[in-house]
């Protein structure tokens, strides 16, 4: 097996090595600004954690093969920056705030393609394999970003429909990298798809984490100010829980403080401020953190199918990192 630190360094040398085309500047600059302000990560991480338990070798198809999945994530943060109107992204101006709206546009396009080449560095053993998975996954991704832009036009969404669009706007990606990670190392064909059930119930856990993380985190952890979908009325997790448990004045006084106008500074803290004083009067902090517990415990069932021993506490240190920052 491959253990963390060499998965570590690997990503290391990998992210900090990553190249793009010199030119035309104003289209590969964004890309290589993107990569460069970081993150945890994720997705590549755990695609080689998934193939190092089969594995004792990273060799450089699984490496492209995970970098792949960086950028195509990264392409999908600036395109969501641009719809969500978001200043901020890890601490640091977004693509569109930093150039403009077009150029991260055309920037985030290239970057989009730019993943597809690094994909198809798979094995001819398993490239249809790997291909297939991709480009269903990446199709999805972007259905789960219409769904989430078509709550933005809705008084009212329930929680069933909330969670198919997390599962496609974050689950399938985390769980196609899973999968890709098993598919390139050989695993068998059921285990591939057990862990494709980890990753993605992972992904669940992972996006509620970022909902609670939105409205109680601390925005230098976070990397993004608090409460912005407090702000931009997104219909969150929490949002839609709160909407579930009020009753009589205590929804009245919800939808009153949705309700609030954010034109100055004072205002938007003020409505913050007043939405996360009814979550946590509903106890909607509480719920969210036993949703994410949940969605954990079902990630490890998954992995517990497909691995045991060694290779399932890999797994479980892995998800116990994910979920451990909304404690």
């Not at 992210?15 to 590549?44: Q, T």
């Not at 792949?68 to 890890?90: A, K, Y």
């Not at 077009?102 to 053993?125: F, H, K, N, Q, W």
């Not at 839609?240 to 100055?264: F, N, T, Y």
């Amino acid at each position: 097996m491959i253990n963390e630190n060499q998965i570590d360094a690997a990503l290391q040398q990998l992210f900090s090595g990553i190249e793009f085309p010199a030119a035309p500047e104003g289209l590969y600059d964004p890309l290589r600004y993107m990569i460069a302000i970081g993150g945890k990560r994720l997705r590549p991480r755990l695609c080689l954690t998934v193939y190092s338990i089969y594995k004792d070798v990273l060799d450089d198809a699984v490496l492209q093969c995970a970098a792949g999945l960086e950028v195509f994530h990264s392409f999908t943060l600036i395109h969501d920056d641009i719809m969500d109107r978001s200043p901020l992204r890890r601490n640091m101006p977004t693509v569109w705030k930093k150039w403009n709206a077009d150029t991260a546009i055309l920037s985030g396009d290239v970057m989009c393609i730019d993943s597809y080449r690094r994909i198809a560095s798979a094995p001819a053993r398993v490239l249809s394999r790997v291909m297939s998975l991709f480009t269903t996954t990446a199709a999805g991704v972007c259905e789960g970003q219409q769904m989430d832009m078509d709550f933005e036009k809705e008084q009212q969404v329930d929680m069933e429909r909330y969670m198919q669009m997390i599962g496609l706007k974050t689950g399938v990606l985390l769980a196609c990298s899973a999968k890709m990670g098993a598919i390139l190392g050989g695993a068998p064909q059921q285990a591939c798809e057990d862990l494709y059930g980890y990753g993605y119930n992972l992904g669940l856990a992972f996006q509620i984490t970022d909902d609670y993380l939105d409205a109680f985190g601390d925005s230098e952890v976070f990397g993004k100010p608090i409460g912005g979908d407090i702000v931009q009325n997104k219909k969150s997790w929490l949002t839609i829980r709160a909407m579930e448990k009020a009753e009589g004045a205590q929804k009245e006084a919800l939808m009153d403080a949705i309700g609030m106008p954010v034109e100055s500074v004072s205002q938007r803290e003020e409505k913050i401020r007043r939405v996360k004083e009814i979550y946590s009067a509903l106890g909607v902090d509480e719920d969210a953190k036993y949703e994410i517990l949940r969605f954990n415990a079902r990630a490890l069932e998954c992995a517990g199918k497909a691995c045991t021993g060694v290779r399932h506490e890999t797994l479980r240190r892995f998800a116990e990192k994910l979920v451990g920052r909304s404690r």
